[in-house]
């Protein structure tokens, strides 16, 4: 089983729609949560930690359910700037390391 | 404050070839990542190094892949033979991490197409 999974989509929305992104992670030990965006043949960036109560940055909102080990990303009032690909990372610490776990990445695109 | 550097950005070898790349982590970052990213998919983990030791090097293909952090700054990653299933971008990464927080940065990637 992978560690993390996410639906690799495309999703295509129009601009000012709501869209929400879910991702799983198999092991229960992990400790931190992310979502990085990735746009076309760039270096992934770190767009949000998520917390266990819940975070919200501008137009983002990110969640973690520890008990059914999901992360979900909601964004609001997508814009064409949105468009990109979005990764679930998970991490697995364990002594002496801090192994980053990244799902496949779930694919935006917003439309005029 | 200057991002992880990475070189070459771009490199296109023939199979059974060899090829390094070279990463310059943030100042001050103790771990370094190496990680392969095939289109299509997420990065995954090759080595990761705290200061200039292993912590991590479970997913290299130690037959063909080996890197190394000498003085606990830059790194290499080397890849000797190549194969066509190599095709991927190498990223570095860096963190604070254990000293601070677990987030990682990337570089800009080393594209690699193997023919």
């Known amino acids: 089983r992978k560690e993390v999974e996410q639906d690799p989509g495309p999703f295509n929305v129009p601009e000012g729609a709501t869209v929400a992104f879910n991702c799983t992670y198999s092991?229960?030990?992990?400790?931190?949560f992310f979502w990085y965006r990735q746009d076309c043949r760039k270096e992934p960036k770190l767009l949000m930690s998520?917390?266990?109560s819940g975070n919200e940055d501008g137009r983002f909102t990110a969640q973690l359910n520890r008990a059914s080990q999901y992360i979900s990303l909601l964004i609001r009032d997508s814009k064409l700037s949105d468009s990109a690909t979005y990764l679930c990372?998970?991490?697995?610490?364990?002594?002496?390391?801090?192994?980053?776990?990244f799902g496949t990445g779930t694919r935006l695109t917003v439309i005029p | 404050e200057a991002g992880v550097a990475q070189s070459p950005r771009y490199k296109i070898i023939e199979k059974r070839q060899s090829v390094a790349f070279w990463c310059n982590p943030i100042?001050?970052?103790?771990?370094l990542y190496w990680y392969q990213q095939i289109l299509g998919q997420g990065p995954k983990l090759l080595i990761q190094?705290?200061?200039?030791?292993?912590?991590?090097d479970s997913q290299l293909p130690k037959d063909r892949f080996s890197a190394e952090r000498l003085k606990g700054v830059d790194s290499t990653l080397k890849i000797q033979p190549a194969k066509l299933e190599d095709s991927a971008v190498y990223l570095c990464?860096?963190?604070?991490?254990?000293?601070?927080?677990?987030?990682?940065?990337f570089g800009e990637g080393s594209w690699l197409t193997v023919v």
């Open positions: 990372v998970v991490n697995k610490a364990r002594t002496g390391a801090n192994n980053l776990f």
């Open positions: 998520v917390y266990s």
């Open positions: 092991n229960s030990a992990s400790q931190s």
């Open positions: 190094f705290q200061n200039n030791g292993v912590v991590d």
């Open positions: 990464a860096s963190s604070l991490w254990p000293r601070g927080g677990n987030t990682i940065y």
């Open positions: 100042s001050g970052h103790a771990t």
